[in-house]
């Protein structure tokens, strides 16, 4: 019976190897994007709606418009226009951090108090939407900052 343990062990080990080597891999999906018939729209806020919220919405047509909130209450408005060129480097962060393969949802269901992001990306025909409460997701987090880059260069504000 002693013999024989040595021989389990090994092959749970080839086994497990082999299990490592063969196992299909994730394969993350790629999306192609035309600038031109994008749309973004760009939600983050706190968990109260008192405590304020911001919008930022981008059309196909490149319209954008960026909104905070006290509360229910709107209390500042920014329109401009987003260039094609800006609208690709926002898609390519997106490309980079494999936004379209990203869960539709991140909960940390630790904090009650805290805070949501949401944001969702139309591209031709593809559409994801990502939502977090209270969670940090680096993929998402190089995404926003590419947004807020984009919103403090166009309305002078500076945006974190």
Not at 6 to 30: C, D, E, G, M, Q
Not at 128 to 152: G, Q
């Amino acid at each position: 019976m002693k013999k024989i343990w040595p021989i389990i062990a090994i092959a749970i080990v080839l086994a497990l190897a082999l299990f490592l080597i063969l196992r299909p891999k994730n394969k993350k999906l790629s999306f192609t994007f035309d600038p031109t018939n994008s749309a973004i729209h760009y939600e983050t806020g706190a968990s109260h709606a008192e405590w304020g919220k911001t919008t930022f919405d981008v059309s196909k047509d490149g319209q954008a418009t960026y909104n905070t909130y006290k509360g229910l209450k709107l209390e500042e408005t920014h329109t401009f226009e987003v260039s094609a060129t800006e609208m690709t480097k926002i898609l390519d962060v997106a490309a980079k951090n494999d936004f379209f393969s990203l869960q539709n949802n991140y909960i940390d269901p630790m904090i009650m108090d805290g805070g949501y992001s949401t944001l969702t990306i139309n591209t031709g025909d593809q559409s994801k939407t990502v939502r977090l409460t209270n969670y940090d997701l680096p993929e998402f987090s190089a995404i926003e900052s590419e947004l807020y880059t984009l919103i403090s260069t166009k309305t002078g504000k500076i945006i974190y």
